[in-house]
């Protein structure tokens, strides 16, 4: 038996739409690899430095513990914030292959409601609050995604009225 049901195809607009939740990916899985090497070969200082800089947590001010448990544990949940970073550059991948090779809404709404909480709460949570640097390395994720979810959508197919 041979399926010949057919996916949409994506349009234009929905093609740069996926290659920009390709790129927003490849940012984030860096960020988790160089979490990885960072924890590997500095430990819990080059963690931190890896994520602190802005103008409230400067580098030249901040004051790493000396304390080995407190380090552990900050050297722990750092690790996990990068690959957790990591984790969602492979679910942009998702996304962008669902996009480009499927047409598909649920990949687009995947993109819009979790890696837009993500980048947002990243946004929020680290960037406007000083703890990381206002810089383009800091703010192209969510402006890339900013553009994909802005761009995606005139290139699928209209969606069903049921």
Known sequence: MTNTATHPVAGLAAKVGAMLFLLWSILH??????????????????????VIGGSQVPRSAFQHTQDATTAFAQGQL??????????????????????????????????????????????????????????????SGPVIWFLAILITPFGLPMLKQR
């Open 78 to 139: 750092l690790l996990n914030f990068c690959i957790d970073v990591g984790g969602y550059g492979v679910l942009g991948l998702v996304v962008a292959w669902l996009i480009w090779t499927q047409a598909s809404w649920l990949g687009y709404f995947l993109g819009l409601a979790i890696i837009g909480i993500a980048d947002m709460t990243f946004l929020l949570a680290m960037v406007t609050s000083g703890v990381i640097a206002f810089s383009l390395e800091s703010i």
């Open 29 to 50: 899985i860096w960020v988790g690899y160089e979490g990885i090497h960072q924890y590997l070969t500095q430990g819990t200082s080059g963690l931190w430095n890896l």
